[in-house]
């Protein structure tokens, strides 16, 4: 008898394991429609490129039962797209690339009541990287020329960039405050818009992303003088840094996923396995090689410690330029 009811005990006690199990895997989420992928930025920018390379690596390697589906919103420098994400209807469907406005934005419009802290952390791939570009006719092949002729021009010299008091708008007013430059900033929805510009000498100068700029640069149209980064780009290795030059400044742009904010924590471990998937890839770590991307993948409390860094020291570049009281 009490052989037959330990028998009994252990029939039980498996078949109570192996229903956990069973409602666990059941519980597993996967996407079960296609995913809401939305980009921070107009067609043929950086992060606008990286999202659809992701996007084609993940449909090439069938890391997802669902395909993700890019949208852009570039309006408002980012604050578009933090509404759309802020505001989805699905959250475990929607996913968002950032640039730096997933920073600079809500400080700047307060009243979006967008607390980035509520986003899901799936993952950093890398740190984009800036360059200060001229068209090749204008003569101008050092820093220290760009700075004179700059300075000669006043107002009349005309940089773009992606969006108003947005990274390439910070570059920009570092160089007016610390050179003695009045250059004018003039904003577009995609660093792809301001590069073309740049090339078809519209605009005087930019702070282009590599992979933005990259096409005009090997056609011979745009020559980069300067990189914001604390050591020479091994793509552009005749090319110095500012701080070589003395300038005490270097500036890197955040090109990470987020989930919406309410995202499940089941959903957001999906999406973070997703995208290390993708990050080790050959195609994605070929694409950071060639343009010049940094950083290590990051995820989880880790990414969120890094989103506190980088708003902490946003909070004081917008302050000093008078972007933000």
Same mark, same amino acid.
């Given at each position: 008898? %009490?052989?037959?009811?330990? @028998? %009994?005990?252990?029939?039980?006690?498996?078949?109570? @394991?192996?229903?956990? +199990?069973?409602?666990?895997?059941?519980?597993?989420?996967?996407?079960?429609? =296609?995913?809401?992928?939305?980009?921070?930025?107009?067609?043929?920018?950086?992060?606008? /490129?990286?999202?659809?390379?992701?996007?084609?690596?993940?449909? /090439?390697?069938?890391?997802? =039962?669902?395909?993700?589906?890019?949208?852009?919103? =570039?309006?408002?420098?980012?604050?578009?797209?933090?509404?759309?994400?802020?505001?989805?209807?699905?959250?475990?469907?929607?996913?968002? !690339?950032?640039?730096?406005?997933? %920073?600079?934005?809500?400080?700047?419009?307060?009243? @979006?009541?967008?607390?980035?802290?509520?986003?899901?952390?799936?993952?950093?791939?890398?740190?984009?990287?800036?360059?200060?570009?001229?068209?090749?006719?204008?003569?101008?092949?050092?820093?220290?020329?760009?700075?004179?002729?700059?300075?000669?021009?006043?107002?009349?010299?005309?940089?773009?960039?992606?969006?108003?008091?947005?990274?390439?708008?910070?570059?920009?007013?570092? #160089?007016?405050?610390?050179?003695?430059?009045?250059?004018?900033?003039?904003?577009?929805?995609?660093?792809?818009?301001?590069?073309?510009?740049?090339?078809?000498?519209?605009?005087?100068?930019?702070?282009?992303?590599?992979?933005?700029?990259?096409?005009?640069?090997?056609?011979?149209?745009?020559?980069?003088?300067?990189?914001?980064?604390?050591?020479?780009?091994?793509?552009?290795?005749?090319?110095?840094?500012?701080?070589?030059?003395?300038?005490?400044?270097?500036?890197?742009?955040?090109?990470?996923?987020?989930?919406?904010?309410?995202?499940?924590?089941?959903?957001?471990? %999906?999406? +973070?396995?997703?995208?290390?998937? !993708?990050?080790?890839?050959?195609?994605?770590?070929?694409?950071? +090689?060639?343009?010049? #991307?940094?950083?290590?993948?990051?995820?989880?409390?880790?990414?969120?410690?890094?989103?506190? +860094?980088?708003?902490?020291?946003?909070?004081?570049?917008?302050?000093?330029?008078?972007?933000?009281?």
């Amino acid at each position: 008898m %009490f052989i037959t009811k330990r @028998l %009994f005990l252990s029939v039980v006690g498996a078949a109570a @394991l192996a229903t956990t +199990t069973l409602v666990s895997i059941a519980q597993a989420f996967e996407p079960n429609k =296609p995913v809401n992928f939305i980009i921070m930025a107009g067609k043929g920018g950086g992060a606008d /490129k990286m999202a659809r390379l992701m996007q084609a690596i993940i449909e /090439k390697e069938k890391l997802s =039962p669902r395909p993700l589906v890019p949208t852009n919103k =570039p309006g408002g420098s980012g604050a578009e797209a933090l509404i759309a994400a802020k505001d989805a209807s699905d959250p475990d469907h929607t996913i968002m !690339v950032t640039l730096n406005s997933f %920073f600079t934005t809500p400080l700047r419009q307060p009243g @979006l009541d967008v607390d980035i802290m509520k986003f899901a952390p799936v993952g950093r791939m890398a740190e984009d990287t800036f360059l200060l570009w001229v068209h090749k006719d204008s003569g101008i092949k050092t820093f220290e020329e760009y700075l004179k002729v700059a300075k000669e021009q006043g107002k009349k010299w005309v940089m773009g960039g992606t969006g108003k008091n947005s990274e390439d708008n910070i570059i920009t007013d570092y #160089l007016n405050g610390n050179y003695g430059l009045s250059m004018k900033y003039i904003p577009y929805k995609g660093g792809g818009a301001v590069a073309k510009q740049v090339a078809g000498k519209q605009l005087n100068s930019s702070v282009n992303n590599p992979s933005e700029a990259l096409g005009f640069y090997e056609s011979g149209d745009m020559i980069p003088l300067v990189a914001f980064t604390d050591e020479r780009l091994p793509m552009f290795p005749d090319v110095p840094t500012l701080k070589e030059k003395g300038g005490d400044f270097s500036y890197f742009m955040q090109r990470a996923v987020v989930g919406a904010p309410g995202m499940s924590d089941d959903a957001a471990a %999906f999406y +973070t396995d997703l995208f290390k998937k !993708v990050y080790a890839s050959a195609d994605w770590q070929e694409y950071k +090689t060639k343009k010049s #991307l940094m950083g290590d993948f990051m995820a989880g409390d880790e990414l969120k410690s890094y989103w506190t +860094t980088q708003r902490d020291r946003h909070t004081k570049i917008l302050k000093a330029s008078g972007a933000i009281k």
